[in-house]
């Protein structure tokens, strides 16, 4: 079994978005799972929606790293808007 290559890029640009979220946050607040899956997610569907539409910038080969990291940092996005919107601990007490 191999793995595909958009696969295996798509992990790395999305562990590195998630990383740099923390860093400029300073912390992820226990979803960094959370905040690694979407970004991976977000890499890999981003690298196959700006292939489809043809956008060439930017890109390592046939992978779009311009479309990888967009995607990303709207699947982190998302994370933290449903973190901020969702229930917390603090706010039952």
Do not use: C, Q
């Amino acid at each position: 079994m191999s793995l595909e290559p958009s696969l295996v890029l798509s992990v790395l640009v999305g562990i590195f978005h998630a990383a740099l979220s923390v860093a400029i946050r300073g912390s992820a607040g226990g979803r960094l799972p959370l905040l690694v899956a979407a970004a991976i997610l977000g890499a890999w569907a981003g690298n196959a929606m700006f292939g489809r539409l043809g956008i060439g910038v930017l890109t390592i080969g046939d992978y779009s790293l311009l479309g990888a990291s967009i995607v990303a940092w709207v699947g982190i996005g998302l994370v933290s808007v449903v973190a901020v919107l969702g229930p917390s601990a603090e706010r039952r007490a």
